[in-house]
């Protein structure tokens, strides 16, 4: 089975493109490394001994993936390109607005030109909003995105359930991501986010290299065990497993269906603190700041649709993830 694959020069995208050639898919990768870096391909063909066409090419631009359709015979799309910085959402949104409607609908629309009938597609749970009650379920609410970054992701699970709507033989699935850390266990892949970082792990890794003076928590009178917000950490190596076994979901089925990639398990972020300090040996310097706007005290998955309709379940450790998290920054500084 040949699947395209874009964005796979990213944080996401590489470890995607790692577990599917390790489950025996041809890869072809295509991404216009705006964030993905330019020796990623190269990294993947090293942990999984396969090369496979890499394309740097924006997928907005129609013509170019035409040429990858006209040069493979693709079965399935995994696409996992897209802005993904929440900040810059609100400060720049028609640039988040053009950018992932348009790699979408560009890509769907030589899916349509070719025949082309499954996709995956990187979804969030942002889509969820601020949740009425945790654990979050697929049947829950969607649409009261807080930024402009989730509602493309919103949209374009829209414009999907449309789709499917109209072409019964055409297979859509979204994955809803809670929160991905961690990074490859052997160094050599991970997230590189550009700039001072909004996530909690990257900034916890800057601190730890003294990068950053201090970690700030977000609030701690949150109505949580600790005060402070909790999280659905999920390990970026068992996300990307998520993502094989829905292209082999995507295949064999049609219509939509839509899947929380979660734990189901929850971390405040002291907890990560006191997890992240047990694995590295060392004290992490935090101070409380007030809470961030359109922060929920809870975010969890309910993952058991994954496991029941996809056969997949996480099963890393939020120890795994600091710990890897915490080698692949420290091999960047090497
Ligand atoms: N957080 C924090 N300090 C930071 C970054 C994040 O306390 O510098 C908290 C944030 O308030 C949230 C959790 O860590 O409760 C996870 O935040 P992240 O931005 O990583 O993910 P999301 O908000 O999308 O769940």
């Known amino acids: 089975m040949t699947v395209l694959l874009t964005g796979g020069a990213g944080y996401i995208g590489s470890h995607v493109a790692v577990e599917m050639i390790n489950a025996g898919f041809n890869v072809v990768i295509a991404d216009n490394l705006s964030a993905g870096h330019k020796d990623v391909p190269e990294r993947i063909k090293t942990l999984t001994g396969v090369s496979f066409p890499f394309f740097e090419i ?19 799309v995994v696409h996992a390109a897209g802005y993904k910085a929440v900040a810059e959402s609100v400060s720049l949104p028609l640039k988040y607005y053009r950018n992932n409607t348009d790699g979408a609908l560009t890509l769907l629309e030589v899916m349509a030109e070719r025949g082309v009938k499954a996709f995956v597609f990187s979804s969030s749970a942002t889509v969820y909003g ?27 699970e829209k414009i999907l359930e449309d789709l499917c709507r109209s072409d019964p033989l055409f297979s859509a699935v979204p994955l809803r991501y809670f929160n991905p850390v961690g990074a490859h266990r052997s160094g050599l892949l991970g997230d590189d986010p550009i700039g001072v970082p909004n996530n909690l792990m990257p900034y916890i890794l800057r601190v730890a290299a003294g990068r950053l003076p201090e970690l700030n928590i977000f609030g701690n009178d949150y109505p949580t065990k600790d005060g402070t917000c909790i999280r659905d950490y999920i390990h970026v190596v068992d996300l990307a497993k998520g993502h094989t076994a829905a292209v082999d979901y995507a295949v064999k089925h049609s219509g939509y269906e839509v899947f929380n990639l ?23 310097p935090y101070k409380f700041a007030p809470r ?3 922060d929920s005290a809870e975010y969890l998955a309910d993952p058991s649709k994954a496991e029941k309709n996809l056969g997949w379940r996480a099963v890393l450790t939020i120890e795994d993830m600091c710990f890897d998290a915490q080698r692949y920054e420290g091999g960047k500084e090497q």
């Open 262 to 284: 979660g734990t189901g398990i929850g971390y405040s972020v002291l907890d990560m603190v006191r997890v992240f300090e047990k694995v590295t040996g060392r004290p992490l």
């Open 292 to 294: 961030r706007e359109g």
């Open 58 to 76: 924006d997928i907005c631009d129609k013509e170019a993936v035409r040429g990858i359709f006209d040069s493979f015979s693709v079965d399935a």
């Open 130 to 156: 601020i949740p009425d009650t945790v654990p979050i379920k697929e049947t829950a609410h969607t649409g009261d995105c807080l930024n402009a970054y989730g509602r493309t992701k919103y949209i374009i």
